[in-house]
């Protein structure tokens, strides 16, 4: 059985940071690359980042790059996104999937960038 477990989400002031983790089982990890997704209320789930199996390969969404960065620890099973200089526009529930539309995803962490 698939499961993702994503965790490190909070409450975060504009510009702070936050990383986000993913815990993976019930498949190849390491063979399989790995998204991150985020959703807002009312609004349809939206591609935020990708990273390939080895790690080697990353694209993200215009709207974090230069400011998210995505990783991967195949020896751990746990894919990362690594938040900065927040905005108040990232507030949204994560989630990490095994496809960039979210169909497969896991429950989500909430991010809110508030002061």
């Known amino acids: 059985e698939v499961q993702l477990v994503e965790s490190g989400g909070g409450l975060v002031q504009p510009g702070g940071s936050l990383r986000l983790s993913c815990e993976a089982s019930g498949f190849t990890f390491s063979a399989t690359p790995m998204f991150w997704v985020r959703q807002t209320p009312g609004k349809e789930l939206t591609w935020v980042s990708t990273v390939n199996p080895s790690g080697s390969a990353t694209s993200y969404h215009p709207s974090v790059k230069g400011r998210a960065t995505i990783s991967r620890d195949n020896s751990k099973n746990t894919a990362y996104l690594q938040l900065n200089r927040l905005r108040s526009e990232d507030t949204a529930i994560y989630y990490c999937?095994?496809?960039?539309?979210?169909?497969?995803r896991g429950q989500g962490t909430q991010v809110t960038v508030s002061s």
């Open positions: 999937a095994l496809d960039p539309r979210g169909i497969q």
